[in-house]
């Protein structure tokens, strides 16, 4: 079975700082998508960043990053220069066909 | 509106009791989800369609009912509400293809008593 594990329930960071968010998963298939979900205090599920496994390349947008190890099934997201409207949940996930399993999400926020 | 809208947004509901929980988007997108949200569990899936009277299990299907007879709607049904059942629904949905990003509804906290 496909499971996402993220575990830090909290994370903080300082505004303008750097914050890595963990994620590892499991899964016996090569071809796969994984993506990071944020979900503010008004619970609106928000695509960050996608990663197609048969990509080596690592996905970027903006201020958000991954660190995609496919041999460790690990699959980080990097916030730079943190806002405070990057507070809220974060979710990493797993999709292969259209079967998504989330993980259980990190409490990231912000601190002025 | 354009896009992926629920109803009720929020909904009280006694222990069995039959539910429905409404869909609808406006951008014709081939598939549609239902998710549940729960602490500790992220969201998990309960149901899909690919496409008008196409629906496939999903991780969490027990107890609920799906169908889907238009493209725009999917609608879920609890036949009978358990107090387990009391969480956060979202619907998404996503076009056949391209990114593979799944467009989420704005969600229905269902209570169960």
């Known amino acids: 079975a496909q499971t996402v594990t993220q575990s830090q329930p909290e994370m903080s960071v300082q505004e303008a700082e750097t914050v890595t968010l963990s994620c590892t998963y499991d899964?016996?298939?090569?071809?796969?998508?994984l993506f990071w979900y944020k979900q503010p205090p008004s619970r609106q599920m928000i695509l960050v960043i996608r990663q197609e496994a048969y990509k080596q390349q690592n996905a970027t947008e903006n201020r958000f990053s991954v660190n995609f190890q496919k041999a460790a099934k690990s699959f980080s997201l990097k916030i730079s220069d943190s806002q405070l409207g990057d507070t809220a949940m974060y979710f990493c996930?797993?999709?292969?066909?259209?079967?998504?399993?989330f993980g259980a999400g990190t409490r990231l926020t912000v601190k002025p | 509106d354009a896009g992926i809208t629920q109803s009720p947004r929020y909904k009280i509901t006694e222990t069995g009791r039959q539910v429905t929980l409404m869909c609808h988007q406006t951008?014709?997108?081939?598939?549609m989800f239902w998710y549940r949200q729960d602490l500790g569990h992220g969201l998990r899936l309960i149901y899909y369609s690919a496409a008008a009277d196409i629906t496939d299990k999903g991780e969490v299907p027990d107890g609920y009912v799906v169908s889907r007879s238009k493209t725009e709607n999917f609608p879920l049904t609890l036949e009978s509400a358990t107090r387990s059942q009391t969480s956060v629904y979202f619907c998404?949905?996503?076009?056949?293809?391209?990114?593979?990003?799944?467009?989420f509804g704005p969600g229905t906290r269902l209570t169960v008593t």
């Open positions: 998404a949905s996503r076009e056949a293809g391209g990114l593979l990003e799944q467009y």
């Open positions: 996930a797993f999709m292969i066909f259209n079967d998504m399993r």
């Open positions: 951008w014709s997108h081939s598939y």
């Open positions: 899964t016996s298939e090569s071809n796969y998508y």
